[in-house]
């Protein structure tokens, strides 16, 4: 089976521009998650959607950041306007359950300058 | 709130002997899954294994086992007859339903395997 398709896999972007991210799921898994992994740390979850409903955005930046899944498949995450601290790794997941196992994407490598 | 530690932020094992990761985490929630995530370089992150809480057997993925301590709120990773191939960055990471399922990651102990 394909696995969880992300892009761009680099994208370098200077300060209060905006910038996209496009992620495409594992076909059939409900749960869909976008991570932020800045160097040196593990992953932090920003959103959780399942199917096309947010169950969990606790940890979004609202104030610049947006998510949405349409049709619940592909999803997008957006930062308007980017900062410096953005710069990080991009993670989206996918998974048949929201208690079972996340597969990962490449992920997408921000920097902001 | 919940937290996960990792403490051991590099380790290295000559190919074909055991090491072990180390992994504490903090909640006061009595159901749970704790996780190993396997992130080689510059490949995508991947399940190694996974331990429910209310299990007492302690979870095996051939080379790959855990010793879960529920009571000590540990989680450490044994990797047997390390091979080349296990050098990547580990990451514990812990999950419970609070309303919705909250997940959190350690911040990871780079494993290097050496010939």
């Known amino acids: 089976e394909a696995g969880v398709a992300q892009s761009p896999r680099y994208k370098i972007i200077e300060k209060r521009q905006s910038v996209a991210f496009w992620c495409n799921p594992i076909?059939?898994?409900?749960?869909l998650y976008w991570y932020q992994q800045i160097l040196g740390q593990g992953p932090k979850l920003l959103i959780q959607?399942?199917?096309?409903?947010?169950?969990?955005d606790s940890q979004l930046p609202k104030d610049r950041f947006s998510a949405e899944r349409l049709k619940g498949v592909d999803s997008t995450l957006k930062i308007q306007p980017a900062k410096l601290e953005d710069s990080a790794v991009y993670l989206c997941?996918?998974?048949?359950?929201?208690?079972?196992?996340?597969?990962f994407g490449p992920g997408t490598r921000l920097t902001v300058t | 709130a919940q937290t996960v530690t990792q403490s051991q932020p590099e380790m290295s094992v000559q190919e074909a002997e055991t090491v072990t990761l180390s992994c504490t985490y903090d909640?006061?929630?009595?159901?749970?899954?704790l996780f190993w995530y396997k992130q080689p370089p510059s490949r995508q992150m991947i399940l190694v294994i996974r331990?429910?809480?209310?299990?007492?057997q302690n979870a095996t993925e051939n080379r790959f086992s855990v010793n879960f301590q529920k009571a000590a709120k540990s989680f450490s990773l044994k990797i047997s007859d390390s091979q080349l191939g296990d050098t990547a960055m580990y990451f514990c990471?812990?999950?419970?339903?609070?309303?919705?399922?909250?997940?959190?990651f350690g911040t990871g102990t780079r494993l290097k395997v050496l010939a």
């Open positions: 997941a996918s998974s048949l359950r929201r208690e079972g196992e996340q597969y």
């Open positions: 990471a812990f999950m419970t339903y609070l309303g919705t399922y909250k997940y959190i």
């Open positions: 959607f399942q199917n096309n409903g947010v169950v969990d």
């Open positions: 331990q429910e809480a209310y299990k007492q």
């Open positions: 909640t006061s929630e009595n159901n749970y899954y």
């Open positions: 076909s059939g898994h409900a749960t």
